[in-house]
């Protein structure tokens, strides 16, 4: 049985998914980070760890990944699949902890965060926390960038990420269920991701200043 099935029957609501994400998903979400250079990176919510594993096979070998996942057998999942790439840390504990844990394994900022939680049934205060710890956190260049992909766009459209500079947004249709792939820059001259050939992107200022 698929350990993300397994794992929705016991905490459906925290889990939220009981299909992994497709390649053409996985595969959108990973381009739109920059690899060619050392990386700290935090995914949020691995589940199985199937945009893990494009992750570790894409990112260079001085990045550091860590893993959050509050799922105690899905984050021993994940531990014995890396537990060869000193690269990769599994941290069985809530993605707002996240400052706490860069600081833990000495790291100043965050290149990139990626997000798989269901953030549209979290209570409005522990969505502030985490979105408000993700901007701290990110590194003041222009590559710096929170990435989610999401059944909705609400994070996006109810201004829930109006503390980042700009967002990108787009749609991919071929995953079950399709989904919403949004990437927040902290900075306003942010990288452009490429245009999707099969998805919508439509760009967004919130016009603050940083
Ligand atoms: C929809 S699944 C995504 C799984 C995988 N990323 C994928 O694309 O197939 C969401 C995952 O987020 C985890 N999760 C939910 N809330 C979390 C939180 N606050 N901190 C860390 N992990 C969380 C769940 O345990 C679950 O494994």
């Known amino acids: 049985m698929n350990p993300l099935f397994k ?21 959108r979400v990973s381009e739109k980070m920059d690899f060619a250079h050392p990386r700290v990176i935090a995914e949020f919510g691995p589940g199985e760890g199937c945009h893990t594993r494009e992750i570790v096979s ?24 890396f537990e060869a790439d000193n690269r990769v840390s599994v941290l069985n504990t809530d993605c707002a902890n996240l400052p706490h844990e860069l600081d833990r394994h000495g790291h100043l900022h965050c290149d990139y965060v990626v997000s798989g939680i269901p953030f549209s049934i979290l209570e409005k205060k522990k969505k502030q926390e985490i979105l408000e710890n993700t901007f701290r956190v990110l590194s003041p260049e222009p590559h710096a960038a929170f990435i989610i992909y999401q059944v909705t766009n609400e994070l996006h459209s109810n201004g ?11 749609y991919c249709l071929r995953n079950l269920p399709p989904m919403f792939v949004t990437k927040f820059y902290k900075q306003h001259n942010g990288d452009h991701s490429p245009r999707s050939k099969n998805g919508r992107v439509e760009r967004h200022s919130s016009g603050r200043k940083h």
């Open 160 to 170: 829930h990420c109006d503390h980042f500079a700009k967002a990108e947004s787009e």
């Open 7 to 27: 794992r929705f029957l016991k905490s459906p609501f925290q889990v939220a998914s009981i299909v992994p994400s497709s390649k053409a998903l996985i595969r």
């Open 58 to 81: 894409r990112m260079h070998p001085e990045s550091k990944l860590l893993l959050f996942e509050l799922d105690d057998e899905l984050s021993l999942h994940l531990k014995k699949q």
